[in-house]
């Protein structure tokens, strides 16, 4: 069984605006010695502040053993203190106390990194376990405080105010440090994500996105994150599959226990026509990352895809339990629910939808079921005036559902032109199987060298 090594409660550094921020360098370090399993650090912060028994927390995140510790900092000087227990029985394998001036909190890191690893080493690791070396840092305290507050608003969610706020210090970490890779990795991790979900224009967004990505891997070609950005922009933009599957490749050599390369991994499987293929990678991801709300709702959307909707149903409630305002959850249920028949549940889902363009397309969809055309036509004339220059690809969803092939090919065509992202899942979307018979649709799949 493989063995998986999370950061518990931590007392972080806090910074000037109130916020806290994780040095969740550890993590990544962790995360690429090959045989060991490593939580991320949005599972693994859950229990950040927080007094739980340790057998709950490796309950909870499926884990052997918890490393935990805490930072306190005193001007330049600080005080780390690290331990690695046993979840099972809370037996002390290993802790060690440094105090080192700010300027070394990578070596010390690194320090940590070696200590735990050659601890859990004779016991259970397969193979050759060991740290591979790390990757670029900045020398300047600040740049790294930049980047960390970067990331902490980039695991809150998908709205425009906490992505802004990734931009922003993203923005300064890069000012500070123009040579530091992982800063320009994760600018273009935020642009990705902003651009996927209508925040900037496309064209825009996915070129700073690639832009930076390949800034990162030039001044660092062996950090995995410069990558895995680059990745998602070929997914979502570029459409060049095969360049994705290499930057996955050389990602995966890097830092195998990166939730996120598993996460990108079941959306390209998706993309591809692998229903199957593309839920064992979401699993793995939720393997890493169980306590994150974007990935059991990416793992519940693609079983929906696969036609396995009791499972598709449990991942998604677990998604608002973790995250009861998640957006995407229900319009996600509410297909599922159309799928079964159940028209009226799947209206009571679509209604408590928080995105607007999603809550829209589905009431579109429910009331086409439901019969109430009229309805349908408003909710459907509603988006196209609201989100015609970024919905381009869910107007066709809802045209396709209700057998309007022509309407739908004409918005398919606006949104491969506009290189709209949802275009990337024309395979996959139960929504368009009306149009799986139609030569345009085939064209279509052959323009975007896709398999047919």
Known sequence: ???????????????????EAHDFELIHDLAKVPGLKVVSRSS??????????????????????????SVRREGNHVRITAELIKADDGFQL???????EINDIFSVQ???ARAATDTLQPKLLVGNGRLVAPASRSANPETYQAYLQANYFLGQGQTKEVLSKALEYANLAIKLDKNYAP?????ASVQNYMATYNLTDFTEGFRAARDDAERAIALDPNSPSGYLALARTQVNYDW?????NTCLTKAAALEPGNADLFRIHA???AVLGNPDEAVKFAEQAVALD????????????????????????????????LNPQAAFVHFTMARILIEEAKPQQALAEVEQETNEWEKLTGQAVVYHALGREHESNTALAELITKHGTDSAYQIAETYAFRGELDKSFEWLERAYKQRDPGVSSVKADPLLKNLRHDPRYFELLKKMRLPA
């Open 1 to 19: 069984m493989p063995i998986l090594v999370s950061n518990g409660p931590t007392q972080n550094l806090t910074f000037a605006d109130g916020t």
């Open 44 to 69: 693994a912060f859950q229990f950040k502040g927080k007094n739980e028994d340790l057998r709950d927390v490796g309950r909870k995140l499926g884990v052997a053993n918890v490393l935990e510790g």
């Open 94 to 100: 290993w802790s060690q106390t440094y105090d080192r």
């Open 110 to 112: 690194d320090e940590i």
């Open 183 to 187: 800063a320009w990795a994760l600018r």
């Open 240 to 244: 060049n599959w095969d360049t994705a």
């Open 267 to 269: 959306y390209l499987s």
């Open 290 to 321: 169980p306590l994150r709300t974007n990935t059991r709702l990416g793992l519940g959307h693609l079983l929906y895809d696969a036609g396995r909707y009791d499972k598709a149903q449990a991942e998604l409630q677990k998604a608002l339990e």
